[in-house]
């Protein structure tokens, strides 16, 4: 057991470290120049982008072997030549889907996401977006070359609050499939109405089955709501997620009281800060971010994710 809690203790200064140390691009937002070289702003900055790969299925024919790795598609976008494999061609017919860790994407008036789709020839593919990487919303043909995407057109009027996407598919659409970099060739993928996301370990916050949080994890808390109250104005969701141990109800019941305890940990911390609407949502063992069939799996379910919605002017007043 005191492995895993040094485990706890690790993901959640790693977490609190990339927030801290990417923040101040953040708040600032950043510029990214386009295959074509036009500026691109991005408000999130350097976490604009997708950062994890869920999938990859080559199409057929493949495209050159050094031209096959998915992690190119990860991160800022970093092209210079279709020569040099920076980036990643998927193939004809290949599929593509990657996720957003520290952040997601959410419907703002204009252009949602930005895909750096490169090379000398403009491939179409196909995107679909998700909420959790099991239902698609399909968003339909993207011509290639640079793409802004609006995701306005298959979001839910009735859903009862803001929808957070973190998954997106693309697949190629077989437009060429001959040459050494076969089918769409994908640099990067970032939001541009991004919000935050960060996961703070349950085990380092609360003692076993215990939701009060522990004196030595509030300034953890600090450090966090210090960061949260540059934003200025948003609102906050905070979730409360368990392991499978433990009967629904049970776990439904925990996962509510720790994600109330750390809403009111930081409502006063952000007091007098800013301007703040608070959320809760209990998820019990209903949203597993792994399997549960190991310690260490169970111990990385037990979680509290703390997900920031800046207000729409938070984004303009970044814009030149």
Known sequence: MEIYKKIGWLILVLALHSFETSAQKFFE????????????????GTISFADKVVSFQPGDPLPLKEFLSPEEALGEPNYTHYKEPNYLSLG??????????????????????????????????????????????????????KEEIDISRVIDANAEEVEIFYFIRLTDLKAICTGDTIGADIDAVGTISGVIKIELNADVLF??????????????????????????????????HTDSDGTDEYNNILSENRAEAVLQKLETLLTDRGDYVFKTKAYGESRPITTNETDEGRQQNRRVEIVVLPHKDFYKEHKK
């Open 29 to 44: 937002g950043k510029y990214y120049p386009s295959a074509k070289g036009e500026p691109i702003y991005m408000p999130l």
């Open 207 to 240: 003692d076993f089955d215990k939701y009060e949080i522990k004196p030595d994890a509030k300034e953890n808390l600090i450090t966090l709501s210090d960061k949260i109250a540059e934003v200025g104005m948003a609102e906050i969701r905070i979730e409360g």
């Open 92 to 145: 004809c017919s290949g599929v593509l889907i990657i996720e957003f860790s520290d952040n997601g994407f959410i419907n703002m008036d204009g252009p949602d996401l930005f895909i750096w789709e490169v090379g000398p020839s403009r491939e179409p593919y196909n995107i679909e977006i998700s909420t959790n990487g099991e239902d698609w919303r399909n968003l339909g043909v993207a011509k290639g070359g």
